[in-house]
């Protein structure tokens, strides 16, 4: 094929398949017939807010990140990977030559290319053009949508094996259970967690995690009539404390809380519960302005950390626990569209269900003339 059908996003809620010119690649670089794509939550925020933070859409952009392929070209320089080779894709290029990329924090590079982050086109396209070394092979047993799902799996295994620096036989509580969150839970069961707790405000979604890789669920309860967010919080986090036993010290206590919602309410919980000396960290991005107990921290010695997408090793373990069996992805594909289906795929991801009822999870969309049933 020598066309380069592109899902482009031309404004808030204006998104149309367009024909793009096929990216040249540098000696160092590989072009990649995107085969899978998933729909990320950052990609949705753009199609309907134009805008995440300081990232805002002034010109026409490709959509997507999470993705992967077949190797079409290679060049002069690369040695890694061949024509023909299925591979995970890593979408963000850094500079290699900053603090952060030299201290091994390259996902902190200012100059990061980053798909779907204005202004760099995403891979919902034919053809994505990347670094090499960003090309990973996928082994025989993980199909492409596999491939695809080894983004988000990233994201999670860096916020918990990397940032978390989680320890065999250490307990976790995971708030929120989309995708990232449900990932994170999976994570922490691969690597020995004892205890892995899921809370959200979806009963569905609680039985879903409680299936697929929790040990212990939790569902707040509803606010009071004029109840302030720190006031529920404060009471939530003691209800949880005492359904299910949950101490501030010694075996009973919480080692990592993770957040993958966002919500104010569960990082005032989340910072409530977790024990003296323990460690928290921010996954999910909800309002960049929230109220937290700084008594707490500092009183807990809390370790507080940031996780921003992914960094060195990350890739490389995602795709190392997925093909061992400790981590299962397939679960978590509720959706799959043809290219031609997009803009659906994306109503669908941003209503969180489909037409028939049924709840999204994450959504797949094939590339271009790729059959949503293809491996």
Same mark, same amino acid.
């Given at each position: 094929m020598s066309d380069n059908p592109s899902f482009v996003l031309k404004g808030i809620l204006d998104v149309e398949i367009q024909q793009k010119?096929?990216?040249?690649?540098?000696? @160092?670089?590989?072009?990649?017939?995107?085969?899978?794509?998933?729909?990320?939550?950052?990609?949705?925020?753009f199609l309907v807010h134009g805008r995440i933070g300081d990232f805002v859409v002034e010109k026409p952009m490709v959509l997507g990140h999470e993705a992967a392929g077949v190797v079409s070209k290679v060049g002069s320089k690369v040695t890694n990977v061949k024509v023909g080779d299925r591979v995970a894709m890593e979408p963000?290029?850094?500079?290699?030559?900053?603090? !952060?990329? +030299?201290?091994?924090?390259?996902?902190?590079?200012?100059?990061?290319?980053? !798909?779907?982050?204005?202004?760099?086109?995403?891979?919902?396209?034919?053809?994505?053009?990347?670094?090499?070394?960003? !090309?990973y092979p996928l082994p025989p047993n993980l199909s492409l949508e596999d491939g695809a799902m080894m983004e988000p799996l990233s994201v999670a295994v860096h916020a918990v094996s990397n940032l978390g620096a989680l320890r065999s036989n250490q307990s976790v509580a995971v708030f929120g259970c989309g995708p990232v969150g449900l990932l994170c839970m999976a994570v922490a069961k691969a690597l020995g967690a004892s205890r892995v707790i899921a809370v959200d405000i979806v009963p569905s979604r609680l039985e879903f995690a409680k299936a697929y890789a929790a040990t212990d669920t939790f569902l707040p309860p509803p606010m009071e009539k004029d109840e302030s967010r720190v006031e529920f919080s404060m009471r939530n986090a003691q209800v949880m404390k005492e359904k299910l036993g949950i101490a501030d010290r010694g075996p009973q206590a919480i080692d990592l809380v993770l957040d993958a919602s966002g919500a104010e309410v569960s990082i005032q919980t989340g910072i409530r519960i977790v024990k003296s000396g323990g460690t928290y960290v921010q996954v999910?991005?909800? @309002?960049?302005?929230? @109220?937290?107990?700084?008594?707490?921290?500092i009183c807990k010695e809390l370790v507080l950390k940031g996780s921003f997408r992914y960094g060195p090793g990350d890739y490389p373990l995602a795709i190392a626990l997925a093909a061992s069996g400790k981590v299962d992805v397939k679960p978590l594909v509720s959706h799959r569209f043809p290219f031609t289906q997009a803009r659906e795929?994306?109503?669908?991801?941003? @209503?969180?269900? $489909?037409?028939?009822?049924?709840?999204?999870? +994450? !959504?797949?969309? $094939?590339?271009?003339?790729?059959?949503?049933?293809?491996?």
């Open positions: 010119p096929i990216p040249e690649i540098d000696p @160092n670089e590989v072009l990649v017939e995107v085969k899978k794509t998933g729909i990320c939550g950052s990609d949705v925020h963000g290029a850094t500079c290699r030559k900053c603090e !952060a990329c +030299k201290e091994g924090r390259y996902q902190l590079c200012p100059d990061v290319i980053f !798909a779907a982050t204005p202004p760099t086109d995403g891979t919902l396209a034919r053809y994505y053009r990347l670094p090499s070394d960003l !090309a999910g991005m909800g @309002n960049p302005n929230v @109220n937290i107990d700084m008594f707490a921290v795929a994306f109503e669908t991801t941003r @209503n969180g269900k $489909s037409l028939d009822g049924k709840g999204v999870i +994450k !959504a797949i969309i $094939s590339g271009p003339d790729v059959d949503i049933n293809e491996a």
